[in-house]
């Protein structure tokens, strides 16, 4: 088994010297990022071509410039990022100094996925960067070509120091989680990120998960079917099904299925004509996840469009299965790949019923030109994510947390979250040499007195409606006023950060 314990003692070394702290270190890895992705950008295209044959638009905006944006962010706001949170300070601590500092947590772990081999690696990388780290990434080996682009162009562009890539597969992994680190990233699949979070808890290591599920789609009749079909095609065939938050499966009522599948498909031969040649249409990363989805086909409902299947070229054609129960194979794992599965229910409410009888799903759509329907599943559900008539677009919002709930992932990242995710939220009470007579009033001996004084000082009270709201603030302002009169205390306060 591979040893990475020198490796570990040099990242340890780099990371002690202090050097990524400062707000010039991160700057110059970020900018190295930045031209990583810029110099590489027909090279990056030509890997996902090899790995996934991403269209070369889908690699551009999903991978390269969903990334690149988020790093833009980082780069304009990582100043402001980077300095002290000033926190409330109750009566007690008036004359004190609070605040949050966000302190790197030490060696940071990346484990990737192959699916978005560039955007979710690169981009929990250039957090951890931000957030002053030094960084092992390892990415996922099923992407081979992006997997060697990863490891032999990144890091040219970054202190070697104190970024190591590690391209391997399930050995090296393994060998890697036996490591201490103080931070792991992974993105995959649920059953590898409880074995991560096993090794993580070996050493309290604190972790994010980004794991997967069945994100489902209701679609309810008060709906323009044809956008419904347009938007929900698009999400499940991006990248050939292979998103972690394409939708998995549809639940409508049985009147408007029929109709719902004619509009699918002439989305589909509107997006894909002749789909087996057409350059935007991927394929599947390998046999094994092409044999795998074609028995979820063979094995589940009826096949209303596609169900094609070449082995020599991993491809899938876009298909859509009707008549489908909950018990077919379809509907009992994530299905990754091209393939809708239409269910017919009788309500929403059955739909409902249906979503919590499993796990909870990294996302959820609902279609309806009635809000109520939306607030209904809103109310009565739970998911990563939540989309109103569309799907995955939630994504591409910098100001919205990207992550998943109970099975489907722990902790979430994109723009100021991935900064504050690989940063320690450090709290700091700042306090002054003076005032010592006022303090000793918590000192012992204690006596009823003191506990009266400081209770008082202490208690808090419930919200208080209309103007007696403003009585504390009328009485302590005039204290204060007082205090500031006759002690001249102006001249004394503290700074703030
Ligand atoms: P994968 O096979 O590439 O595995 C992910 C990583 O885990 C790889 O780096 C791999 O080397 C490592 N790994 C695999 N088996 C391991 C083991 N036994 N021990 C230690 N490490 C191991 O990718 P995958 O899991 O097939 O990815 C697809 C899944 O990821 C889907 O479920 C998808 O929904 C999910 N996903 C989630 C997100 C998200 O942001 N939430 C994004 C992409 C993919």
Known sequence: ???????????????????????????????????????NRDK???????????????????????????????????????????????LLNIMDTAYIQ????????????????????????????AAGNCVVLKPSEMAASTAKLLEEDLPRYLDKDCVKVVNGGVPETTALLKEKFDYIFYTGNTMVGKIVMKAAAEHLT??????????????????????????VSWGKLANCGQTCIAPDYVMCKKDIQDRLVEECKKAVDEFYPNTGKCEDYGRIINERHLRRIKKLID????????????EEQKYI???????????????????????????SVNSDEEAINYINKGEKPLAMYVFSKDHTVAEKFLQNTSSGGFVFNDTMMHAGLMSLPFGGVGSSGIGSYHGFRTFDTFSHKRAVLERKHGGEAMQSIRYPPYSEKKGSIVSWIMRKSPKKSGLRTLIPYFLFGTIFAVLFKTYGLHNKLPSLH
């Open 206 to 231: 604190p972790v994010t998960l980004e794991l997967g599920g069945k994100s489902p789609v209701y679609v309810d009749e008060n709906s323009d079917l044809s956008l419904v079909a347009r938007r």
């Open 44 to 90: 990056i295209c030509q890997a996902l071509k090899e790995d996934l044959h991403k269209p070369t638009l889908e690699s551009a905006v999903f991978e390269i410039d969903f990334t690149r944006n988020d790093l833009i962010e980082t780069m304009n706001n990582l100043k402001d990022w980077m300095k002290p949170e000033k926190a409330k300070r109750p």
């Open 102 to 129: 966000r302190e790197p947590y030490g060696v940071a772990l990346v484990i990737g996925a192959w699916n978005y081999p560039i955007q979710i690696t690169v981009l929990p990388v250039l957090g951890a960067l």
């Open 317 to 343: 054609s876009p298909t859509i299965l009707t008549d489908v129960k909950a018990t077919d194979p379809v509907m009992q794992e994530e299905i990754f790949g091209p393939v809708l599965p239409i269910m």
């Open 1 to 39: 088994m591979a040893d990475y314990s020198e490796m570990m003692e040099g990242l340890r070394k780099a990371f002690k010297s202090g050097v990524t702290k400062s707000y010039e270190w991160r700057r110059k890895q970020l900018e190295g990022v930045l031209s990583f992705l810029d110099d």
């Open 299 to 310: 094995g589940s409902g009826k096949v209303a469009l596609g169900g094609e299947v070449d």
